[in-house]
């Protein structure tokens, strides 16, 4: 970390919140510097070092225009038998939102979002399309559908069938050429001293359709509050150039994937994913019940 920031650390500052089992701190340097680093090793979670080093790959080929945080360096370091990776990115002032969502955080996540997928993009940008990215996801209905899980919801279980036909759908509904964060989730946004969103966290970036991040945006909300008004996102989504189909099939695909990842063993170094997980999934059935039988 020195190395990068060329000056020794002086002071670090633990940051809660995410699934991510390693360290994350604001560290700041003898000389004044600052920068926020994620570090962890293959001992506590392999999968973290792997996003590290995709994480630095996405933030050092996005345009600036993304006002992504910039990255200060990454490192992967062998310790005895495990190895370290270690990130380190622009420290941009600011704090989670609040949750339950209050509605003017939301609207300033919304404009984040919204900016977000109307930057024109260069060509040859290697990224994964948005439904390449959630292949297997688009999959996972069926797979609840077949072997139903004992905690499922009554409602999914009642009309499985028919939400896996629906969540076929899904892979055709994600195609477009936006920039797609794909973690739309509070602990992923900073609101700045202004009153603005910084999005960070970018590892899952690809390109798709541009409403799926206000999509997930409005899951979010409804995860920490079942009757959060979500009506300003849907309008957004709506005029994006999505209709009520596509949105539908997309939410009966994630409430296959969240029911199917809940109820699975944790993965090793994050015991809270699946309880986080099995909210989202109780959340979209409840929200998808609610539009499929108005």
Request: charged share 15%; net charge negative; glycine share 6%.
């Amino acid at each position: 970390m020195e190395q990068a920031l060329g000056s020794p650390v002086v002071t670090a500052a633990d940051q809660r919140g995410g699934f991510s089992p390693g360290v994350a701190a604001r560290v700041t340097t003898e000389t004044g510097g600052r920068a926020f680093l994620k570090a962890c090793s293959t001992a506590v979670n392999p999968g973290s070092v792997q996003l590290f080093a995709q994480e630095a790959r996405v933030l050092d080929m996005l345009p600036h225009q993304v006002d992504a945080p910039a990255l200060v360096g990454h490192l992967e370091q062998p310790v005895g038998d495990t190895q370290w990776g270690i990130l380190l990115t622009e420290d941009i002032e600011g704090r989670q939102p609040r949750t339950p969502w209050k509605p003017a955080e939301l609207a300033a996540a919304l404009t984040a979002y919204q900016h977000l997928a109307s930057i024109s993009l260069p060509a040859g940008l290697n990224l994964p399309t948005l439904a390449d990215a959630l292949a297997w996801e688009t999959t996972l209905m069926a797979k609840v559908d077949a072997d139903p899980p004992a905690a499922l919801d009554p409602w999914v279980g009642a009309h499985a069938h028919d939400l896996t036909a629906l969540a076929a759908r899904a892979r055709a509904a994600l195609a477009g050429g936006a920039l797609v964060h794909l973690d739309a989730r509070s602990d992923n946004l900073l609101i700045t001293p202004s009153g603005s969103v910084r999005i960070v966290d970018w590892p899952w970036a690809c390109i798709g359709a541009p409403w799926m991040d206000v999509l997930n945006l409005a899951l979010n909300a409804k995860v920490y509050d079942h009757d959060a008004d979500v009506q300003p996102l849907l309008e957004a989504i709506r005029e994006s150039g999505a209709n009520d189909d596509a949105v539908d099939s997309v939410l009966a695909a994630l409430t296959g994937y969240f029911w199917y990842v809940a109820t699975q063993p944790p993965p090793p170094g994050l015991p809270t994913l699946r309880s986080f997980q099995l909210a989202q999934a109780q959340a979209l059935s409840r929200w998808l019940a609610t539009r499929l039988e108005r």
